[in-house]
């Protein structure tokens, strides 16, 4: 997630990196937005997204109006 990143996807959403590939998921649909990303690991970042869904909507209202970050944590 950045600050201020609510230009160019218009949609709350986070970046996402796995080895050479990058890409964009909306936080409330969990739909990649842009890039691309194995199939198997989107999978688990969808799950990410739906078990923490609450917590990134309430980050993404702070990162676009430039505050800190809550730490979320990371699927295990």
Known sequence: MFYY??????VPHI????????AVVSIPE???LAGSFPKDKLKLVVAWI??????L???WKLAVEGN???KIEALK
């Open 5 to 10: 990143d609510n230009k160019e996807h218009h």
């Open 68 to 70: 800190a970050v809550f």
């Open 30 to 32: 969990a739909n990649l």
């Open 15 to 22: 970046h996402i990196e796995y080895a050479e590939h990058n």
């Open 57 to 59: 909507l309430a980050d």
């Open 50 to 55: 739906e078990i923490h869904k609450e917590a």
